[in-house]
């Protein structure tokens, strides 16, 4: 049923807070835009009659039964012992190379877990990592306006080593992704100065800026993730997860600050009806929720992590960003970078 | 000369992006509204002149000459050796007991370095921290619009019960000068749930657990720290730091965004002259450096570092929060409940 040329992407349909709804309309979008094909996995009498209502189209979708489901605050660890879950099942798929990719809203640790079992590491790399993608300032060097942040939680705590790497993916990620050609890099820590931080931030400064192939612009503080100083940030997991958070939660600190203020006078509550669309189009910008997903980095295959709270568009432009990443073979890349670090 | 009751703060004037200007021009303020004392200290030939051109009341200002003074971007370390810069003098008048107070907004490791070297610490209190005042949304339990992070910066790493002592200092500051009886405390982490994070964090979430007087309320994540969803959050210095940037970048981003978005439309631009205070006063609210400062906590005296952007306006705040914290006896607090958790 494979069509030559065409990717095969594995859709978890039980996967994040508005699932399976949301998970079915993208597939159902995705069938009509694209020459994707998609695999949805999950409950088949919850999604069939969605997928009846829907203008999908039946040739691009194919449904994969799976009677349970990972709850989204459930145990990773328990979630493994099921093998009938949606995510254990569209893991599979996977694995067999049945599918080109991977996307799921669902449980984050669950999927990391699921796919650490299932899929190989990429030869040479030692520690797999959650890449998050955010918005930044413009920035006169790359138009992309989003640049990437990892790890973001795979590994709570890193070796120089790990870092390195983590470098060295993101990199091939935002060279294919973001296509800029030469993706700068920067090591999160308490100050700019290459002196700075404990042991393991001072050895992976040193490791990063003698690494060839790798843009080091140097340490960079917390406010260069959001002003987008570079491209990539590498850090380790716990850090990078509370920055995470913390960016996500800006957009919502904006809407409740604009609110607040913009009630307290009349001419304000006049002039903040006159700038609805423009207050709504900032508040979007902050949105996490409507970025295409996370991409997890040093598998054999792509795997992107969409937001628990992603809506239909946003698991749309995960499954596309997996397809993009299939085929401008972002996991060559990395294994070729990794090869090459290894032959030093 | 000092008045019985009144407080004597010895006050940087040499420290800051805008000193000698910001700190004589709130001292001489402080003269003319509060019974303070202040001792002034820094370059005589530069001071006089600005105390003399202000309508500062002489009795309340006593200038001490400091020959030098440390740059913000000078190495903390080299700057120990030199005795007459306006830190190291202004140090030494707090460890002698000739003033009640430090505040100073220049460069911070010199600040926390001096203190360390001629202050003692409050028996029992094993590592000092750095807490930064942030502003959080309006929370229902507490009318203080400010909550406490520690620490940002002062020590990288931590054990365990460095962390529970964080805690404990910092719910002292809070209940102190924020007036909330019962400050809630977080511990920064990955997630919410009890078993998350690495080792140190595990114990450190026990500890709190069961720590008597902490009023914990468990692992809170990024997010929470802007929410303000507790009233202290406790983390390493790396975290903290990173957070804090993040945190006092959040206008700057929001300012390029508004500015970015409303120039889009005409109908926008229009909307946006009307908005234009409202505007000003939501950047204000992201501002760190119109707040009073960051207390270092730990040490037998109070030593507040204001932030090196500081305006005088954020400086004299800054002094009047020095003097209500030696009012209320925030050194005097933390003292006791050290020793309540030793005698455990």
């Given at each position: 049923?494979?069509?030559?040329?065409?990717?095969?992407?594995?859709?978890?349909?039980?996967?994040?807070?508005?699932?399976?709804?949301?998970?079915?309309?993208?597939?159902?979008?995705?069938?009509?835009?694209?020459?994707?094909?998609?695999?949805?996995?999950?409950?088949?009498?919850?999604?069939?009659?969605?997928?009846?209502?829907?203008?999908?189209?039946?040739?691009?979708?194919?449904?994969?039964?799976?009677?349970?489901?990972?709850?989204?605050?459930?145990?990773?660890?328990?979630?493994l012992?099921?093998?009938?879950?949606?995510?254990?099942?569209?893991?599979?798929?996977?694995a067999?190379?049945?599918?080109?990719?991977?996307?799921s809203?669902?449980?984050?640790?669950?999927?990391?877990?699921?796919?650490?079992r299932?899929?190989?590491?990429?030869?040479?790399?030692?520690?797999?990592?959650?890449?998050?993608?955010?918005?930044?300032?413009?920035?006169?060097?790359?138009?992309?306006?989003?640049?990437?942040?990892?790890?973001?939680?795979?590994?709570?705590?890193?070796?120089?080593?790990?870092?390195?790497?983590?470098?060295?993916?993101?990199?091939?990620?935002?060279?294919r992704?973001?296509?800029?050609?030469?993706?700068?890099?920067?090591?999160?820590n308490?100050?700019?100065?290459?002196?700075?931080g404990?042991?393991?931030?001072?050895?992976?400064h040193?490791?990063?800026r003698?690494?060839?192939g790798?843009?080091?612009?140097?340490?960079?503080?917390?406010?260069?993730?959001?002003?987008?100083?570079?491209?990539?940030?590498?850090?380790?997991?716990?850090?990078?997860?509370?920055?995470?958070?913390?960016?996500?939660?800006?957009?919502?600190?904006l809407?409740?600050?604009?609110?607040r203020?913009?009630?307290?006078?009349?001419?304000?509550?006049?002039?903040a009806?006159?700038?609805?669309?423009?207050?709504?189009r900032?508040?979007?910008?902050?949105?996490?929720?409507?970025?295409?997903?996370?991409?997890?980095?040093?598998?054999?295959?792509?795997?992107i992590?969409?937001?628990?709270r992603?809506?239909?568009?946003?698991?749309e432009?995960?499954?596309k960003?997996?397809?993009?990443?299939?085929?401008?073979?972002?996991?060559?890349?990395?294994?070729?970078?990794?090869?090459?670090?290894?032959?030093?």
């Amino acid at each position: 049923m494979k069509t030559p040329g065409s990717r095969t992407i594995v859709l978890d349909a039980m996967g994040g807070d508005r699932a399976p709804e949301a998970p079915v309309a993208a597939a159902a979008s995705l069938s009509r835009t694209t020459d994707l094909r998609i695999l949805l996995v999950g409950d088949r009498s919850r999604i069939e009659p969605l997928l009846g209502r829907s203008a999908a189209d039946p040739e691009r979708i194919e449904l994969v039964d799976a009677t349970s489901a990972v709850a989204m605050d459930e145990d990773p660890r328990a979630s493994l012992e099921r093998t009938d879950s949606s995510i254990a099942v569209a893991v599979g798929i996977l694995a067999k190379g049945e599918a080109d990719a991977l996307v799921s809203a669902g449980n984050t640790g669950a999927t990391l877990l699921h796919v650490g079992r299932a899929v190989r590491r990429i030869p040479g790399i030692r520690r797999t990592a959650l890449a998050a993608v955010h918005p930044t300032l413009p920035r006169p060097h790359n138009e992309d306006p989003f640049a990437l942040l990892l790890d973001v939680g795979a590994n709570l705590t890193c070796t120089p080593e790990d870092l390195l790497q983590f470098a060295l993916m993101g990199s091939a990620y935002a060279s294919r992704i973001s296509k800029v050609t030469r993706p700068t890099v920067g090591l999160l820590n308490i100050g700019e100065e290459a002196g700075k931080g404990d042991e393991c931030l001072r050895r992976a400064h040193e490791l990063l800026r003698t690494a060839p192939g790798i843009h080091f612009a140097g340490n960079v503080e917390g406010r260069a993730v959001p002003l987008g100083v570079v491209d990539v940030v590498v850090c380790p997991g716990l850090l990078g997860n509370v920055v995470l958070k913390l960016l996500e939660s800006q957009g919502e600190i904006l809407e409740a600050f604009v609110r607040r203020t913009l009630s307290k006078r009349l001419d304000w509550r006049v002039g903040a009806r006159l700038l609805q669309g423009a207050i709504d189009r900032i508040t979007r910008s902050f949105d996490y929720a409507s970025y295409g997903g996370a991409p997890i980095l040093g598998f054999e295959r792509i795997v992107i992590k969409a937001h628990g709270r992603s809506h239909p568009r946003a698991l749309e432009n995960a499954v596309k960003v997996a397809a993009k990443a299939v085929r401008d073979d972002v996991c060559g890349a990395i294994a070729s970078a990794a090869a090459a670090l290894e032959a030093r």
